[in-house]
């Protein structure tokens, strides 16, 4: 007799399609509970394996513009340095020869100016031709040029103003010259070492400038089609919580494994280094409703929720956004937002409304 109820019963609520009556007592025996959904301002993107790298524009490399030899070595790799510090002294052919040349420019430079003073005074007694003076003039300028030439060579090879002051008066060769860093931060590679000889080609330092870090990552190209650049997220990375946000997202998809690349600005004052890599939790800050995963259902290709009314449960399509071990976060929706969905025995439900799929 209890079977054959039961069988009735069944039939009876399989006769519509998207509703299920229920008395209490039915809902007792079959345990059915039901639950509010939780509202939700946080949609969690997934975990994702990320690493924190340096932008380009915050590596500064230091380098020679001549062939030369290591002298002596002053920092060491990592060493915090400032504007100025020096960072080696070196020598070099072509450094010994650019400053003869300027000494051997500057003498000639100055003894054709006293030249020209002697001519001056002639031309005006007439001794001599004036288009010789003019002439002489036009030569002395040339002479001007190249002796300014030689100054911003020894310039560009790295002497200090002083350096060179001294050079041309004293008339001295520097047998070696300071390499002095440009930029204030922390050496991230050494290439230096005493008695190594270099190119022009050659980086012996690359410094590490102060500034925002970012962080990369690949994630399924399915996870991105709402994602857009300059969209604040939170992330999550080694028990630090910060907010930032998407500074690119690559236009592209990996055809090797279907991700897209997407880029990060770590905040200045969050703690990490470049170089890391660890598994980082990323999140949206988007309204969600976050409800039990066996709450939900697929009935053909939809997934289903059964809300509670009066007479029973209905079954409302739902759109999953995301999920974790527990929750699906779904799309807010006013036939969910205000209502308790039964999150138990949702198969009992299921068979009531006469589907096959299980």
């Known amino acids: 007799m209890i079977k054959q109820l039961i069988l009735l019963t069944l039939c009876t609520l399989s006769l519509n399609a998207e509703n299920v009556i229920l008395t209490a007592e039915q809902e007792e025996n079959w345990k059915i509970k039901s639950e509010v959904p939780e509202s939700s301002n946080s949609l969690p993107l997934g975990d994702f394996i990320v690493e924190v790298v340096t932008p380009p524009m915050l590596l500064h490399t230091i380098s020679l513009p001549f062939e030369a030899n290591i002298q002596r070595l002053h920092v060491a790799n990592h060493q915090a340095v400032k504007q100025g510090d020096v960072l080696a002294d070196v020598t ?29 005074v002639l031309c005006k007694e007439e001794v001599i031709p ?78 590490q400038k102060k500034g925002q870090l970012w962080i990369e990552s690949a994630i399924e190209t399915e996870r991105t089609q709402s994602l857009k650049e300059g969209e604040k997220v939170r992330i ?21 494994n279907q991700t897209r690349s997407i880029r990060f600005l770590v905040p200045s004052d969050v703690n990490i280094f470049a170089g890391q890599r660890s598994s980082a939790k990323v999140i949206l800050p988007q309204e969600c409703l976050k409800i039990k995963k066996n709450a939900v259902i697929k009935i053909d290709e939809d997934q289903i929720v059964f809300t509670k009314n009066k007479t029973g449960y209905t079954a409302v399509p739902v759109k999953i956004l995301a999920e974790d071990e527990m929750y699906y976060f779904i799309k807010v929706s006013a036939d969910l937002k205000n209502s308790k969905i039964a999150v138990s025995s949702v198969a009992v439900l299921k068979n009531m409304m006469g589907s096959d799929d299980e």
């Open 92 to 120: 070099g052919k072509d450094w010994i020869e650019t400053q003869q040349k300027a000494i051997s420019d500057a003498i000639e430079l100055k003894h054709n100016e006293n030249l020209l003073k002697r001519k001056s």
């Open 130 to 207: 004036q288009k010789e003076c003019l002439a002489f003039q036009a030569e002395l300028q040339t002479m001007k040029v190249k002796a300014a030439a030689s100054r911003a060579l020894l310039k560009s090879y790295g002497a200090s103003d002083d350096m060179i002051s001294r050079l041309l008066k004293d008339l001295v060769i520097f047998q070696t010259i300071p390499v002095r860093s440009t930029v204030d931060g922390h050496i991230v590679k050494l290439n230096a070492t005493p008695g190594k000889s270099v190119n022009p080609s050659d980086a012996l330092f690359v410094i």
């Open 236 to 256: 999550i990375l080694d028990g630090q919580t910060f907010d930032t946000t998407i500074l690119q997202l690559s236009p592209v998809i990996n055809p090797e």
